[in-house]
């Protein structure tokens, strides 16, 4: 159902930690496939192991090879899924171009993008270039990969486009201030994208995460406290 769809990273996070309010739904997702970004640490990594369980097949995609093969040995494999990785960084200036046609040959049904956040620091000192490097790696990046998702999305008539952003997008938060501008400019590309491909029965939605167990946090907390 709605919620089934527009919830579905909330309820991967409930399912990877057993959370019992949720075993009555039907959250199978079998013979659909999940390009999820990020997906080697944190929150990327936790949502691709849970999508695993819920029976989708799972595209693995971060800079870091090693630590790919590494979490797709732990992705579920009871239903017979498909697993694979793709590596890209975001932050190169082809990160996204380079192997755009390669996923566009993966016939992607949900898109996780997911992306760690700038460095923090207070916005009066950042630097243009710091606001331009996080826009590429955010907004554009999910651009990219939107694009190179819709078409198999509208084909399949059943498409997700989820964006892991922060709380930052309703209240900023003191000292990160390049992530909560480049936030808000995700959150309204993401509300953007939701009417155009809305007709399509493909949902575009954004999931605003507080403090979570991180290596990011770890780097916000240790910063402040020096």
């Known amino acids: 159902g709605f919620k089934r769809h527009v ?5 991967a996070a409930a399912i990877y930690t057993n959370l019992a309010i949720f075993e009555a739904m039907n959250l199978d997702l079998s013979g ?3 390009l999820v970004c990020g997906s080697t640490q944190g929150i990327g990594k936790a949502t691709a192991i849970a999508l ?5 097949n799972i595209i693995l995609l971060s800079r ?11 992705l ?12 890209a960084d975001f932050s190169q200036e082809n990160g996204i171009s380079s192997i755009a046609e390669e996923i566009k040959s993966k016939k992607v049904h949900i898109l996780i993008n997911n992306t760690g956040g700038p460095a923090g620091g207070p916005i009066a000192s950042a630097d243009g270039d710091d606001f331009v490097a996080a826009f590429k790696m955010h907004l554009v990046a999910n651009q990219q990969l939107s694009q190179a ?6 084909a399949s008539c059943f498409g997700r486009i989820i964006n892991i952003l922060s709380t930052s997008v309703k209240v900023p938060i003191n000292g990160l201030g390049v992530s909560n501008t480049i936030r808000g400019a995700v959150a309204s590309w993401s509300k953007t994208m939701a009417n155009e491909l809305g007709a399509h029965g493909i949902t575009v939605n954004n999931v605003l995460p507080g403090f979570t167990s991180t290596n990011r946090l770890s780097t916000l907390i240790t910063k402040k406290a020096q």
Do not use: P, R
Request: include cysteine; charge should be neutral.
């Open 7 to 11: 919830y579905i990273v909330l309820v």
């Open 32 to 34: 659909k496939t999940a």
């Open 52 to 56: 695993a369980k819920m029976g989708a």
């Open 64 to 74: 870091n090879e090693e630590k790919l093969k590494s979490v797709l040995k732990e």
């Open 76 to 87: 579920d494999q009871t239903d017979n899924q498909k697993h694979d990785y793709m590596c």
């Open 149 to 154: 998702v819709i078409d198999n999305i509208k």
